[in-house]
Protein backbone atom coordinates (compact mmCIF):
# COMPACT_ATOMS: atom_id res chain seq x y z
CA UNK A 1 0.00 0.00 0.00
CA UNK A 2 2.83 2.53 0.95
CA UNK A 3 4.48 1.72 -1.99
CA UNK A 4 1.18 2.76 -4.00
CA UNK A 5 0.93 5.94 -2.59
CA UNK A 6 5.02 6.51 -3.17
CA UNK A 7 4.69 5.67 -6.66
CA UNK A 8 1.34 8.01 -7.53
CA UNK A 9 3.74 10.92 -5.50
CA UNK A 10 6.23 10.45 -7.97
CA UNK A 11 3.69 10.68 -10.62
CA UNK A 12 1.68 13.62 -9.43
CA UNK A 13 4.99 15.45 -8.90
CA UNK A 14 6.07 14.61 -12.58
CA UNK A 15 2.45 15.93 -13.76
CA UNK A 16 2.74 19.41 -11.48
CA UNK A 17 6.14 19.81 -13.41
CA UNK A 18 4.67 19.33 -16.70
CA UNK A 19 3.93 23.17 -17.19
CA UNK A 20 7.55 24.31 -16.17
CA UNK A 21 8.74 22.53 -19.20
CA UNK A 22 7.63 25.33 -21.32
CA UNK A 23 10.08 27.35 -19.48
CA UNK A 24 12.71 25.00 -18.53
CA UNK A 25 12.89 24.06 -22.48
CA UNK A 26 13.29 27.26 -24.35
CA UNK A 27 16.26 28.33 -21.71
CA UNK A 28 17.70 24.58 -22.31
CA UNK A 29 18.00 25.66 -26.04
CA UNK A 30 18.95 29.13 -25.47
CA UNK A 31 21.47 27.99 -23.18
CA UNK A 32 22.75 25.37 -26.11
CA UNK A 33 22.12 28.01 -29.05
CA UNK A 34 24.41 31.11 -27.62
CA UNK A 35 27.11 27.75 -26.20
CA UNK A 36 27.51 27.19 -29.85
CA UNK A 37 27.76 30.95 -30.74
CA UNK A 38 30.70 31.09 -28.21
CA UNK A 39 32.36 28.26 -30.03
CA UNK A 40 31.47 25.33 -27.30
CA UNK A 41 30.63 22.28 -29.29
CA UNK A 42 27.56 19.85 -28.93
CA UNK A 43 29.54 17.84 -26.27
CA UNK A 44 31.28 20.47 -24.61
CA UNK A 45 27.72 22.18 -24.04
CA UNK A 46 26.00 19.30 -22.87
CA UNK A 47 28.99 18.37 -20.24
CA UNK A 48 28.27 22.22 -18.85
CA UNK A 49 24.43 21.55 -18.81
CA UNK A 50 25.00 18.05 -17.23
CA UNK A 51 27.30 19.20 -14.62
CA UNK A 52 26.01 22.22 -13.41
CA UNK A 53 22.48 22.13 -14.04
CA UNK A 54 21.50 25.74 -13.24
CA UNK A 55 20.41 27.99 -15.85
CA UNK A 56 21.21 31.58 -14.81
CA UNK A 57 24.47 30.35 -13.51
CA UNK A 58 25.40 28.80 -16.98
CA UNK A 59 24.45 31.81 -18.74
CA UNK A 60 26.62 33.87 -16.67
CA UNK A 61 29.80 31.73 -16.46
CA UNK A 62 29.35 31.99 -20.09
CA UNK A 63 28.62 35.78 -20.68
CA UNK A 64 32.02 36.06 -18.50
CA UNK A 65 34.28 33.63 -19.91
CA UNK A 66 33.53 35.76 -23.53
CA UNK A 67 34.73 38.70 -21.94
CA UNK A 68 37.99 37.29 -20.62
CA UNK A 69 37.49 37.58 -17.61
CA UNK A 70 39.87 36.06 -14.47
CA UNK A 71 38.39 32.45 -13.66
CA UNK A 72 38.16 33.20 -10.49
CA UNK A 73 35.71 35.89 -11.12
CA UNK A 74 33.81 34.03 -13.32
CA UNK A 75 33.32 30.76 -10.78
CA UNK A 76 32.92 33.55 -7.89
CA UNK A 77 30.24 35.22 -9.94
CA UNK A 78 28.25 32.20 -11.42
CA UNK A 79 28.31 30.90 -8.06
CA UNK A 80 26.53 33.88 -6.35
CA UNK A 81 24.00 33.70 -8.70
CA UNK A 82 23.19 29.73 -7.51
CA UNK A 83 23.47 30.75 -4.37
CA UNK A 84 19.85 30.91 -3.99
CA UNK A 85 19.96 27.13 -4.24
CA UNK A 86 21.59 26.75 -0.79
CA UNK A 87 18.45 28.72 0.74
CA UNK A 88 16.58 26.15 -0.98
CA UNK A 89 18.41 23.09 -0.13
CA UNK A 90 18.30 25.04 3.90
CA UNK A 91 14.52 25.19 3.70
CA UNK A 92 14.17 21.66 2.12
CA UNK A 93 15.80 20.42 4.94
CA UNK A 94 13.16 19.98 7.54
CA UNK A 95 11.28 17.75 4.92
CA UNK A 96 13.69 15.48 3.51
CA UNK A 97 16.89 15.93 5.87
CA UNK A 98 15.93 12.25 7.43
CA UNK A 99 16.05 10.45 3.99
CA UNK A 100 19.50 8.23 3.48
CA UNK A 101 22.33 10.26 2.30
CA UNK A 102 22.65 8.96 -1.08
CA UNK A 103 18.87 10.41 -1.86
CA UNK A 104 20.11 13.37 -0.20
CA UNK A 105 22.73 13.18 -2.43
CA UNK A 106 20.69 13.22 -5.49
CA UNK A 107 18.42 15.55 -4.39
CA UNK A 108 21.09 18.12 -3.73
CA UNK A 109 21.98 17.70 -7.86
CA UNK A 110 18.30 17.80 -8.72
CA UNK A 111 17.79 21.40 -6.49
CA UNK A 112 16.34 24.05 -9.33
CA UNK A 113 13.92 26.81 -9.35
CA UNK A 114 10.96 24.26 -10.16
CA UNK A 115 11.76 21.70 -8.04
CA UNK A 116 11.77 23.37 -4.81
CA UNK A 117 8.81 25.68 -6.15
CA UNK A 118 6.97 22.44 -5.75
CA UNK A 119 7.95 20.71 -3.53
CA UNK A 120 7.94 23.24 -1.04
CA UNK A 121 4.65 23.89 -1.26
CA UNK A 122 3.65 20.64 -1.49
CA UNK A 123 4.98 19.77 2.05
CA UNK A 124 3.68 22.59 3.85
CA UNK A 125 -0.11 21.64 2.05
CA UNK A 126 0.64 17.76 3.31
CA UNK A 127 2.51 18.10 6.78
CA UNK A 128 1.60 14.12 7.03
CA UNK A 129 3.27 13.09 4.10
CA UNK A 130 6.36 10.68 5.18
CA UNK A 131 9.75 11.48 4.45
CA UNK A 132 9.63 8.84 1.74
CA UNK A 133 6.61 10.04 -0.08
CA UNK A 134 8.49 13.57 0.30
CA UNK A 135 11.20 12.32 -1.79
CA UNK A 136 9.17 10.52 -4.32
CA UNK A 137 7.41 13.52 -4.94
CA UNK A 138 10.40 15.59 -5.00
CA UNK A 139 12.02 13.57 -7.75
CA UNK A 140 8.84 13.47 -9.95
CA UNK A 141 9.18 17.07 -10.28
CA UNK A 142 12.44 16.64 -12.16
CA UNK A 143 12.27 13.42 -13.77
CA UNK A 144 11.19 14.95 -16.97
CA UNK A 145 12.52 18.79 -16.19
CA UNK A 146 16.07 17.50 -15.96
CA UNK A 147 16.34 15.40 -19.20
CA UNK A 148 14.66 17.96 -21.62
CA UNK A 149 17.44 20.72 -20.10
CA UNK A 150 19.82 18.22 -21.51
CA UNK A 151 18.20 17.24 -24.60
CA UNK A 152 17.00 21.09 -25.11
CA UNK A 153 20.79 22.64 -24.50
CA UNK A 154 22.05 19.55 -27.28
CA UNK A 155 19.24 20.52 -29.78
CA UNK A 156 20.24 24.01 -29.18
CA UNK A 157 24.36 23.53 -29.82
CA UNK A 158 23.46 22.02 -32.76
CA UNK A 159 21.19 24.58 -34.24
CA UNK A 160 23.43 27.29 -33.25
CA UNK A 161 26.72 25.76 -34.65
CA UNK A 162 24.21 26.63 -38.02
CA UNK A 163 23.49 30.01 -37.20
CA UNK A 164 26.10 32.77 -38.84
CA UNK A 165 27.18 35.69 -36.10
CA UNK A 166 25.91 37.91 -38.08
CA UNK A 167 22.75 37.62 -36.68
CA UNK A 168 23.83 39.29 -33.33
CA UNK A 169 22.77 36.94 -30.85
CA UNK A 170 24.94 37.97 -28.00
CA UNK A 171 22.13 40.72 -27.25
CA UNK A 172 19.56 37.64 -26.51
CA UNK A 173 21.38 36.78 -23.45
CA UNK A 174 20.76 39.93 -21.44
CA UNK A 175 17.20 39.63 -22.86
CA UNK A 176 16.74 35.98 -21.48
CA UNK A 177 18.12 37.83 -18.04
CA UNK A 178 15.43 40.04 -18.14
CA UNK A 179 13.09 37.89 -18.34
CA UNK A 180 13.74 36.06 -15.84
CA UNK A 181 14.34 38.92 -12.86
CA UNK A 182 11.08 40.56 -13.82
CA UNK A 183 8.88 38.05 -12.34
CA UNK A 184 11.80 37.71 -9.50
CA UNK A 185 10.78 41.26 -8.09
CA UNK A 186 7.98 39.92 -5.33
CA UNK A 187 8.66 42.86 -2.92
CA UNK A 188 10.14 46.38 -2.14
CA UNK A 189 13.04 45.11 -0.98
CA UNK A 190 13.69 42.35 -4.32
CA UNK A 191 13.04 46.28 -6.61
CA UNK A 192 15.77 48.33 -3.75
CA UNK A 193 17.87 45.53 -4.18
CA UNK A 194 17.53 45.17 -8.16
CA UNK A 195 17.52 49.48 -8.49
CA UNK A 196 20.39 50.12 -6.74
CA UNK A 197 22.25 46.61 -8.69
CA UNK A 198 21.66 48.60 -11.95
CA UNK A 199 22.92 52.01 -10.34
CA UNK A 200 26.12 50.74 -9.50
CA UNK A 201 26.63 48.15 -12.39
CA UNK A 202 27.53 51.23 -14.73
CA UNK A 203 30.19 53.08 -13.14
CA UNK A 204 31.41 49.62 -11.26
CA UNK A 205 32.03 48.64 -15.43
CA UNK A 206 35.68 50.96 -15.07
CA UNK A 207 36.77 48.13 -12.62
CA UNK A 208 38.96 46.08 -13.81
CA UNK A 209 38.59 42.03 -14.88
CA UNK A 210 34.67 42.48 -14.43
CA UNK A 211 35.37 42.69 -10.86
CA UNK A 212 32.63 45.38 -10.91
CA UNK A 213 29.80 42.84 -11.15
CA UNK A 214 30.19 41.34 -7.86
CA UNK A 215 30.78 44.97 -6.36
CA UNK A 216 27.50 46.04 -7.99
CA UNK A 217 25.99 43.00 -6.79
CA UNK A 218 26.83 43.08 -3.10
CA UNK A 219 25.33 46.78 -3.06
CA UNK A 220 22.46 45.11 -4.26
CA UNK A 221 22.05 42.66 -1.91
CA UNK A 222 23.09 44.68 1.41
CA UNK A 223 20.44 47.28 -0.21
CA UNK A 224 17.71 44.88 -0.31
CA UNK A 225 18.30 43.19 3.26
CA UNK A 226 18.32 46.65 4.86
CA UNK A 227 15.30 47.41 3.00
CA UNK A 228 13.77 44.36 4.10
CA UNK A 229 15.06 45.16 7.95
CA UNK A 230 13.27 48.86 7.70
CA UNK A 231 9.91 47.32 6.35
CA UNK A 232 9.90 44.82 9.01
CA UNK A 233 10.63 47.53 11.68
CA UNK A 234 8.14 49.81 10.44
CA UNK A 235 5.79 47.15 10.34
CA UNK A 236 5.84 46.46 14.24
CA UNK A 237 6.27 50.13 14.70
CA UNK A 238 2.93 50.97 13.43
CA UNK A 239 1.28 47.25 15.31
CA UNK A 240 2.91 48.41 18.53
CA UNK A 241 1.12 51.94 17.98
CA UNK A 242 -1.64 50.36 16.88
CA UNK A 243 -2.22 48.01 19.87
CA UNK A 244 -1.48 50.64 22.46
CA UNK A 245 -3.79 52.82 20.92
CA UNK A 246 -7.40 53.54 23.26
CA UNK B 1 33.79 37.98 -29.69
CA UNK B 2 36.93 36.99 -27.70
CA UNK B 3 37.44 33.48 -27.67
CA UNK B 4 38.54 31.35 -24.44
CA UNK B 5 40.57 28.09 -24.50
CA UNK B 6 39.77 25.21 -23.73
CA UNK B 7 41.13 24.71 -20.08
CA UNK B 8 39.61 27.45 -19.08
CA UNK B 9 36.33 26.80 -19.66
CA UNK B 10 36.78 23.14 -18.50
CA UNK B 11 38.03 24.67 -15.02
CA UNK B 12 34.76 27.08 -14.99
CA UNK B 13 32.60 23.87 -15.38
CA UNK B 14 33.96 21.49 -13.06
CA UNK B 15 34.64 24.52 -10.38
CA UNK B 16 30.55 25.32 -10.94
CA UNK B 17 29.79 21.23 -11.07
CA UNK B 18 31.90 21.26 -7.32
CA UNK B 19 30.71 24.70 -6.73
CA UNK B 20 27.31 24.32 -7.41
CA UNK B 21 26.87 20.87 -5.58
CA UNK B 22 28.32 21.90 -2.44
CA UNK B 23 25.92 24.50 -2.03
CA UNK B 24 23.14 22.70 -3.04
CA UNK B 25 24.31 20.13 -0.38
CA UNK B 26 25.84 21.58 2.31
CA UNK B 27 22.52 22.56 4.41
CA UNK B 28 20.41 18.87 3.80
CA UNK B 29 23.58 17.29 3.66
CA UNK B 30 25.74 18.48 6.79
CA UNK B 31 24.28 21.47 8.63
CA UNK B 32 20.72 19.57 8.67
CA UNK B 33 17.85 21.05 10.89
CA UNK B 34 20.36 23.77 12.14
CA UNK B 35 19.06 27.28 11.66
CA UNK B 36 21.44 29.75 9.75
CA UNK B 37 21.90 33.66 11.16
CA UNK B 38 19.30 35.84 10.48
CA UNK B 39 21.54 38.70 8.97
CA UNK B 40 22.97 35.93 6.00
CA UNK B 41 19.55 34.34 5.60
CA UNK B 42 18.44 37.92 4.97
CA UNK B 43 21.04 38.61 2.31
CA UNK B 44 21.13 35.50 0.51
CA UNK B 45 18.04 36.20 -0.33
CA UNK B 46 18.93 38.86 -2.68
CA UNK B 47 21.70 37.27 -4.57
CA UNK B 48 20.12 36.47 -8.13
CA UNK B 49 18.10 39.37 -8.16
CA UNK B 50 21.19 41.98 -7.50
CA UNK B 51 23.87 39.58 -9.44
CA UNK B 52 21.44 39.24 -12.54
CA UNK B 53 20.48 43.21 -13.22
CA UNK B 54 24.43 43.89 -12.43
CA UNK B 55 25.24 41.56 -15.43
CA UNK B 56 22.52 42.11 -17.56
CA UNK B 57 22.63 46.34 -17.48
CA UNK B 58 26.07 46.93 -18.83
CA UNK B 59 25.21 44.45 -22.12
CA UNK B 60 21.99 46.76 -22.12
CA UNK B 61 23.79 49.69 -21.94
CA UNK B 62 26.61 49.30 -24.28
CA UNK B 63 25.26 46.45 -26.79
CA UNK B 64 27.64 44.20 -28.57
CA UNK B 65 25.78 44.14 -32.08
CA UNK B 66 25.96 47.83 -32.36
CA UNK B 67 30.13 47.68 -30.98
CA UNK B 68 29.22 49.17 -27.61
CA UNK B 69 27.36 51.61 -29.15
CA UNK B 70 24.54 52.78 -26.91
CA UNK B 71 21.32 52.18 -28.97
CA UNK B 72 17.49 53.32 -28.37
CA UNK B 73 15.97 50.65 -30.64
CA UNK B 74 18.28 47.93 -28.01
CA UNK B 75 17.07 49.73 -24.85
CA UNK B 76 13.05 49.65 -25.93
CA UNK B 77 13.17 45.75 -26.22
CA UNK B 78 15.71 45.43 -23.18
CA UNK B 79 12.95 47.65 -21.56
CA UNK B 80 9.76 45.48 -23.15
CA UNK B 81 11.12 42.63 -22.08
CA UNK B 82 11.55 43.29 -18.47
CA UNK B 83 7.93 44.96 -18.70
CA UNK B 84 6.00 42.19 -19.79
CA UNK B 85 8.33 39.72 -16.92
CA UNK B 86 7.42 41.99 -14.33
CA UNK B 87 3.26 42.70 -15.14
CA UNK B 88 2.56 39.39 -16.33
CA UNK B 89 4.86 37.56 -13.36
CA UNK B 90 5.58 35.13 -16.39
CA UNK B 91 8.85 34.13 -17.72
CA UNK B 92 7.46 32.45 -20.64
CA UNK B 93 5.39 35.68 -21.58
CA UNK B 94 8.41 37.73 -21.29
CA UNK B 95 10.94 35.61 -23.35
CA UNK B 96 8.15 35.79 -26.11
CA UNK B 97 8.42 39.32 -26.25
CA UNK B 98 11.81 39.60 -25.77
CA UNK B 99 12.21 37.08 -28.91
CA UNK B 100 9.66 39.10 -31.01
CA UNK B 101 11.48 42.37 -29.74
CA UNK B 102 14.99 40.82 -31.22
CA UNK B 103 13.41 39.76 -34.05
CA UNK B 104 12.52 43.31 -34.84
CA UNK B 105 15.77 44.40 -33.87
CA UNK B 106 17.06 41.74 -36.59
CA UNK B 107 14.69 42.96 -39.54
CA UNK B 108 15.14 46.45 -38.82
CA UNK B 109 18.87 46.54 -38.11
Given at each position: MAITTTKSLFLRGLIDSLPFLLVASPFGLLFGVLAAEAGLNVLEALAFSLAVFAGAAQFTALQLLQENTPLLIVLTSALAVNLRMGMYSASLTPYL???PMWQRACAAYMTVDQSYALSIVKFEDEPEMTTSQRMAYFFGTTSVIAPSWMIATVIGAWVGAQI????????VLPLAFLAMIGPMLRTPAHMVACFVAIVASLPAT?????LGLIVAGLAGMMAGAQTELWLEQAAERSKAKQETAP | MSTFDQTSLWIVIIGMALGSFALRFAFIGFIGGRQMPDWLMRHLRYTAVAILPALVTPLVA???????ETSLPHLAVAALTFAVGYLTRNVLWALLSGAFGFLLLFLLG
Open positions: GGAPASWGLDFLMPHN | WPSPTGG
